[in-house]
Protein backbone atom coordinates (compact mmCIF):
# COMPACT_ATOMS: atom_id res chain seq x y z
CA UNK A 1 0.00 0.00 0.00
CA UNK A 2 1.41 3.47 -0.79
CA UNK A 3 -0.05 6.86 0.48
CA UNK A 4 0.95 10.43 -0.30
CA UNK A 5 0.88 12.58 2.32
CA UNK A 6 1.29 16.13 1.42
CA UNK A 7 2.30 19.37 3.95
CA UNK A 8 2.91 22.98 3.77
CA UNK A 9 -0.48 24.71 2.88
CA UNK A 10 -1.72 27.17 4.94
CA UNK A 11 -3.38 30.89 5.38
CA UNK A 12 -1.06 34.11 3.40
CA UNK A 13 -1.60 37.33 2.53
CA UNK A 14 -1.85 38.38 -1.24
CA UNK A 15 1.95 38.30 -2.55
CA UNK A 16 3.00 35.59 0.08
CA UNK A 17 4.48 32.39 -0.79
CA UNK A 18 4.05 28.83 0.34
CA UNK A 19 5.65 25.75 -0.31
CA UNK A 20 3.93 22.90 -0.90
CA UNK A 21 5.23 18.81 -0.19
CA UNK A 22 3.97 15.47 -1.32
CA UNK A 23 5.43 12.22 0.33
CA UNK A 24 5.12 9.15 -1.07
CA UNK A 25 5.31 6.78 1.52
CA UNK A 26 4.53 2.96 2.12
CA UNK A 27 6.30 -0.10 0.09
CA UNK A 28 7.67 1.39 -2.79
CA UNK A 29 8.74 -1.17 -5.41
CA UNK A 30 8.89 0.66 -8.85
CA UNK A 31 10.65 4.32 -9.69
CA UNK A 32 8.06 6.85 -9.06
CA UNK A 33 6.69 8.14 -12.74
CA UNK A 34 5.19 11.58 -13.21
CA UNK A 35 3.72 13.42 -10.19
CA UNK A 36 1.16 16.57 -10.20
CA UNK A 37 -0.75 18.76 -8.29
CA UNK A 38 -4.31 19.57 -8.62
CA UNK A 39 -6.45 22.17 -6.66
CA UNK A 40 -10.18 22.26 -5.61
CA UNK A 41 -11.66 25.40 -4.50
CA UNK A 42 -15.08 25.38 -2.98
CA UNK A 43 -18.23 24.71 -5.62
CA UNK A 44 -15.40 24.52 -8.66
CA UNK A 45 -13.75 20.88 -10.30
CA UNK A 46 -10.82 20.18 -9.15
CA UNK A 47 -8.20 21.58 -11.93
CA UNK A 48 -4.76 20.59 -12.28
CA UNK A 49 -1.99 23.08 -11.77
CA UNK A 50 1.43 21.42 -12.13
CA UNK A 51 3.44 17.91 -12.98
CA UNK A 52 6.72 16.86 -13.38
CA UNK A 53 7.59 13.81 -15.56
CA UNK A 54 9.92 11.32 -14.39
CA UNK A 55 13.03 12.56 -16.13
CA UNK A 56 12.18 15.99 -14.24
CA UNK A 57 10.18 17.84 -17.40
CA UNK A 58 7.97 20.44 -15.24
CA UNK A 59 4.61 21.41 -17.13
CA UNK A 60 2.30 24.84 -15.30
CA UNK A 61 -1.38 25.31 -16.47
CA UNK A 62 -0.94 28.60 -17.51
CA UNK A 63 -2.28 30.17 -13.92
CA UNK A 64 0.61 28.99 -12.31
CA UNK A 65 3.49 29.38 -14.72
CA UNK A 66 5.78 31.98 -13.81
CA UNK A 67 4.89 32.01 -10.40
CA UNK A 68 4.67 28.48 -9.30
CA UNK A 69 7.35 25.74 -8.98
CA UNK A 70 7.03 22.10 -9.20
CA UNK A 71 10.49 19.96 -8.79
CA UNK A 72 11.04 16.08 -7.10
CA UNK A 73 13.47 14.65 -4.92
CA UNK A 74 13.68 10.62 -6.01
CA UNK A 75 15.95 9.82 -3.12
CA UNK A 76 13.34 10.90 -0.71
CA UNK A 77 10.08 10.14 -2.95
CA UNK A 78 9.07 13.41 -2.55
CA UNK A 79 7.37 16.36 -5.17
CA UNK A 80 7.08 20.55 -3.91
CA UNK A 81 4.96 22.93 -5.03
CA UNK A 82 6.99 26.76 -4.55
CA UNK A 83 4.23 28.65 -5.03
CA UNK A 84 5.12 32.82 -5.20
CA UNK A 85 2.69 36.19 -5.58
CA UNK A 86 -0.22 33.93 -4.54
CA UNK A 87 -3.67 35.54 -5.28
CA UNK A 88 -6.88 34.96 -3.86
CA UNK A 89 -8.25 33.01 -6.64
CA UNK A 90 -5.09 30.71 -5.53
CA UNK A 91 -7.57 29.60 -2.57
CA UNK A 92 -8.21 25.81 -2.61
CA UNK A 93 -7.43 22.62 -1.04
CA UNK A 94 -4.65 21.26 -3.14
CA UNK A 95 -3.86 17.97 -4.16
CA UNK A 96 -0.85 16.13 -5.28
CA UNK A 97 -0.73 12.44 -6.96
CA UNK A 98 1.85 10.33 -8.63
CA UNK A 99 2.34 7.26 -10.26
CA UNK A 100 3.76 4.90 -8.01
CA UNK A 101 4.17 0.88 -8.52
CA UNK A 102 2.27 1.44 -12.00
CA UNK A 103 -0.64 2.90 -10.47
CA UNK A 104 -2.24 6.52 -9.57
CA UNK A 105 -2.02 7.71 -6.44
CA UNK A 106 -3.74 10.81 -4.61
CA UNK A 107 -2.71 12.81 -1.48
CA UNK A 108 -5.97 13.72 0.92
CA UNK A 109 -5.07 17.48 0.26
CA UNK A 110 -3.94 20.53 2.10
CA UNK A 111 -6.02 23.68 1.98
CA UNK A 112 -4.66 27.12 1.11
CA UNK A 113 -6.08 30.08 1.81
CA UNK A 114 -4.78 33.56 0.51
CA UNK A 115 -6.20 36.75 1.72
CA UNK A 116 -5.90 39.95 3.59
Known amino acids: QVQLVESGGGSVQPGGSLRLSCAALGRITTSINDMGWYRQAPGKEREWVAS???????IYHASARGRFTISRDDARATTSLQMNSLKPEDTAVYFC?????????WGQGTQVTVSS
Open 97 to 105: NGVVNGRLW
Open 52 to 58: ITSGGRP
